[in-house]
């Protein structure tokens, strides 16, 4: 099965400081790549998803790149803000299934 | 905005009893599914369903676990027999197609099993 792994597992920087997580996937049929942000106990919201047909999706202070060659994807945030902070997940999807990362604790200190 | 709704939000069980966990989907969401997460460890997939079948499970959803849409509007997880090990956050999730499109989570029910 697919199997997902997210890097790093903490990442501190300061306000206005960019940050990048990144992912690697194994199964070459996985297409649709979604970002999910977990606020402290509570639900995981999408900020942000690429399909596999596209190498780069930007919203705002957001970005995701897709390297399929690579099986290599990354989340950008720029300009980091103290409601930045969060555990980040990527996930990876073949049909509906989503197999997630271990999640990246984000802190921003401001 | 509409969201996916899950009660309860806090369930403590004997081990072996049976917990039924529930969750409304949005409304003209036609694919629905469990996940859970173990304190501190990643999400993982349990079951997805579709037009009243399984669509797709993982290994974790054995015969202990059920799923079930006994109305319009519920979708429940039923757990036969809980193990120490089933103590997790559950959460349920609802989209409105299936390939590409956003799966929305609802707010968990964390299982306590003692």
């Known amino acids: 099965g697919e199997n997902v792994e997210q890097h790093p597992s903490t990442l501190s920087v300061q306000e206005g400081d960019s940050a990048v997580i990144k992912c690697t996937y194994s199964?070459?049929?996985?297409?649709?790549f979604p970002w999910y942000k977990q606020e402290l106990g509570k639900r995981p919201q999408l900020i942000i998803d690429?399909?596999?047909?596209?190498g780069e999706k930007k919203d705002q202070r957001i970005a995701v790149t897709l390297n399929k060659t690579a099986k290599h994807f990354s989340l950008h945030i720029t300009e980091t803000q103290p409601e930045d902070s969060a555990v980040y997940f990527c996930?990876?999807?073949?049909?509906?299934?989503?197999?997630f990362g271990k999640g990246t604790m984000l802190l921003v200190s401001p | 905005e509409p969201e996916v709704t899950q009660t309860p939000s806090h369930q403590v069980t004997q081990m072996g009893q049976e917990v039924i966990l529930r969750c409304v989907p949005i409304?003209?969401?036609?694919?629905f599914y469990w996940y859970r997460q173990i304190l501190g460890q990643k999400v993982e997939f349990l079951v997805s369903?579709?037009?009243?079948?399984?669509?797709?499970k993982s290994e974790i959803f054995d015969d202990q676990f059920s799923v079930e849409r006994p109305d319009g509007s519920n979708f429940t997880l039923k757990i036969r027999s809980t193990k120490l090990e089933d103590s997790a956050m559950y959460f349920c999730?609802?989209?409105?197609?299936?390939?590409?499109?956003?799966?929305?989570f609802g707010p968990g029910t964390r299982l306590t099993v003692l």
């Open positions: 999730a609802s989209s409105r197609e299936s390939s590409y499109n956003e799966q929305f």
């Open positions: 199964d070459s049929a996985s297409n649709y």
């Open positions: 690429i399909r596999s047909n596209v």
């Open positions: 996930a990876a999807s073949i049909y509906s299934t989503l197999t």
């Open positions: 409304s003209n969401h036609l694919y």
């Open positions: 369903f579709y037009n009243n079948e399984i669509s797709e």
